[in-house]
């Protein structure tokens, strides 16, 4: 089932209202106009996408839905500042920061990676035009192929570089925006692939919950794992770390003794690990 939003007044006549305020470069978290704000950015947001725009098209604001959070989480991987529905077959991978914190949550499909986030944003609408500005200027510094495109959200950009297709879809709500990012092989992200069709389904089924910290605007907002993905997390690092212990370790030079000569030595090799603190660990979805 899908979120559906809350009817409200500031809704009914957002049509006719404009962006409200000057552009923040810190994200406050005042309340004040909160209702009148969102209806206006929910309103700015579909007027970018055009007139053909559905109006139950998501991502969602957690603070616009009828269902509460705990109904929401059985439909969907509750990542705290995201509730993202899984596609079936879909995997996760869990990517840590330096830390040891998740900084960020991909769904692996048979076809190419999907992520997606949600970041502070200002109060007016614009910074998702801003960042894939942004984007594609690194991705061209890159020497990668770049286009923009048309989807159900307005502009999503598509580039081709060595390693991969990639296609940012970006999309402004209330002091948040989210990005999905897609990943595959060469064609894997063509407009009409398997595997943009599987994102968009993910991505207008989204629920995003702001919160009401301040956070400087295009900072990630907190990823927070459910407590079983915790725990199947810490089983796979724990596992990595048994195999690493029992794996040969590096013999002690021996003395020489009366049967090898003592420049003779016997080669070894020690134990095979990861990169220290690896940053990714794939758990079965």
Not at 214 to 225: G, I, Q, S
Request: aromatic residues 4%.
């Amino acid at each position: 089932m899908f979120g559906r939003r809350k009817k409200t007044a500031a809704q009914d006549e957002a049509s006719t209202g404009g962006f409200f305020g000057d552009e923040d470069t810190f994200d406050d978290s005042s309340s004040a106009g909160g209702a009148d704000a969102l209806g206006t950015a929910t309103a700015a947001r579909d007027e970018t996408v055009g007139e053909q725009a559905d109006p139950d098209l998501g991502p969602f604001d957690l603070t616009e839905l009828d269902e509460d959070r705990d109904t929401l989480a059985q439909t969907r991987l509750d990542l705290g500042s995201v509730l993202v529905p899984l596609p079936a077959g879909g995997q996760l991978q869990v990517e840590m920061n330096q830390a040891g914190a998740p900084q960020a949550v991909h769904v692996v499909t048979a076809h190419g990676r999907i992520t997606i986030a949600a970041y502070a944003a200002p109060k007016s609408p614009g910074q998702w035009r801003e960042v894939a500005a942004d984007l594609a200027t690194s991705l061209r510094s890159d020497q990668s192929a770049v286009s923009m495109e048309t989807g159900p959200w307005g502009r999503e950009l598509h580039g081709v570089t060595s390693n991969a297709d990639l296609r940012f879809i970006g999309v402004d709500g209330y002091r948040w925006m989210v990005r999905c990012v897609l990943a595959g092989p060469s064609g894997a992200v063509a407009n009409d692939s398997p595997l943009v069709q599987i994102a968009r389904d993910v991505l207008a089924q989204t629920v995003v919950d702001r919160g009401t910290e301040p956070h400087p605007v295009r900072t990630p907002l907190p990823v927070v794992l459910p407590a079983a993905l915790t725990a199947q997390l810490a089983a796979a690092q724990q596992q990595q770390a048994e195999q690493a212990r029992t794996e040969p370790q590096e013999a002690p030079p021996q003395p020489p003794t009366s049967a090898a000569p003592a420049n003779q030595t016997t080669p070894t090799e020690g134990p095979r690990r990861g990169s220290s603190g690896s940053a990714m660990q794939q758990l079965g979805g």
